[in-house]
Structures are given as C-alpha cells and as structure tokens.
C-alpha cells in the first residue's frame, strides 16, 4: 500500500474558526511533510516531522501548528486564518527524509478562507 | 539553496519522444536531482532520481549534463496521461525540496 490519505478533501472557513487537517500513511516511513500550494505554483515546504518529531519549520506563522501523534498520523492544526492562506495543502511522507528517498504524496485538502 | 529553471509548457504530439529540460547551474556537489509529476486534481508523484549518471526506469530516462548544470527529463513515448505538470527539484541536504516552477506538458492526440 503506497497510499497516503487526506481528509477533508475541500474545507471552508472563516477567519475566527478552528479546524485541522489530518494525514495518514501506512508504509512504515518515519518522515512526513506538510507542503502548501498555490494555484499555478509549485507547492511550498512547510514543516517536516522525522521520527515523531519536528526537524523544518519553514518560517510559517503560528497560526499554523502541527502536530504529529504517531508515526503514522500528521495533523495540521489551523486557527485565525487570513484569506491568503487559501490553497491546496498537501500531506507527503518518505522513508526517513534521505536524499534518495522517494516522497509519496497525499491528493491534498483544499482550503478556501472566508 | 540551489534553484532550477524549467520553460513554462511544451507541446507534443501523442506516441512521440519528449525532452523536458532543467537548468539547475548553482547545485552543489551532493544534490540529486529529482522529477516530479503532477495530474490535474492530484499530488505530485515520483518519476524518476539522479546524482550523475544518466538513470532509466520504466516511466522514463533522466539525462544530466556532465558539469550537472543541466538536466533533461525523456518521455520515450507520450501518451495523453502523460499530461501534467513536471518539477525539476535539487534534494539539498536532507529534508530539503526545493521545487522548480515546473513545466506544463501537453499531449496532443
């Protein structure tokens, strides 16, 4: 199973909500990504969690706080967001974040701000 | 960090060769040069890797330049699922993905 699944697929918001993302793989990787992409741009890097724990935070505002509670699960945490923080956010994970790993990515959640 | 370039889309006929260029002139000694694809409405996915010899597999064949300033991604045969958008990324260091702007393929019947 090369699968890695997000939920929701589409989600609306308000500035003043809190919700959260959630990603799921069963392939046994120990690094797992949190990218955010833009219409007609590459996706951005954001936070990468390896082992259970934090390594990269891509200078992103607090207002986004992930979380990941096992090696199998990565949530993305969202709270007083702006309308620019519309896009696609998407989950990937690989086998430990080498150089020659392959990522395998999640088909996204699509975020809409109101 | 190290950047690439890629020209915005290309065009090719179904059923025939295409050669996907990627310029990465600052990479460093020790980045591989990863392909990505992406289908409308999906994650991007793995195509193909390389450090510095010209690598196959069954999707596709990668060719870097000898001073690996350049890279060309070859699609032997296009078909329309091959329409998509293809990233160039240099893998500096680890964890480290830094995707380029990414070449919009299309595939005409």
């Known amino acids: 199973d090369t699968e890695v699944t997000q939920t929701p697929k589409h989600l609306v918001m308000g500035m003043t909500n809190k919700k959260s993302l959630k990603c799921e793989q069963h392939?046994?990787?120990?690094?797992m990504y949190w990218y955010k992409q833009k219409a007609k741009k590459p996706p951005e890097l954001m936070f990468v969690?390896?082992?259970?724990?934090?390594?990269i935070n891509e200078s992103v505002p607090s207002r986004f706080s992930p979380e990941c509670p096992n090696s199998s699960l990565l949530n993305l945490h969202l709270h007083a967001l702006q309308p620019e923080d519309s896009a696609l956010y998407l989950c990937?994970?690989?086998?430990?974040?080498?150089?020659?790993?392959?990522?395998?990515f999640g088909p996204g959640t699509r975020l809409t701000v109101l | 960090d190290a950047k690439t370039t890629q020209p915005n889309s290309m065009e090719s006929n179904e059923e025939e060769p295409v050669h996907l260029p990627c310029n990465h002139s600052?990479?460093?000694?020790?980045?591989?040069i990863h392909w990505y694809r992406q289908l409308p409405s999906q994650g991007p996915e793995y195509v193909i890797h390389?450090?510095?010899s010209n690598v196959n597999n069954r999707m596709a064949s990668l060719a870097i330049a000898e001073d690996r300033k350049s890279s060309t991604l070859i699609l032997h045969r296009a078909t329309l699922r091959d329409a998509a958008v293809y990233y160039c990324?240099?893998?500096?260091?680890?964890?480290?993905?830094?995707f380029g702007t990414g070449t919009r393929l299309k595939v005409l019947a």
């Open positions: 990937a994970s690989s086998q430990e974040g080498q150089r020659t790993d392959t990522q395998y």
């Open positions: 969690y390896s082992y259970e724990k934090l390594s």
């Open positions: 600052t990479i460093s000694g020790t980045d591989y």
């Open positions: 392939m046994g990787h120990r690094a």
């Open positions: 390389g450090l510095t």
């Open positions: 990324i240099l893998i500096s260091g680890t964890y480290k993905y830094i």
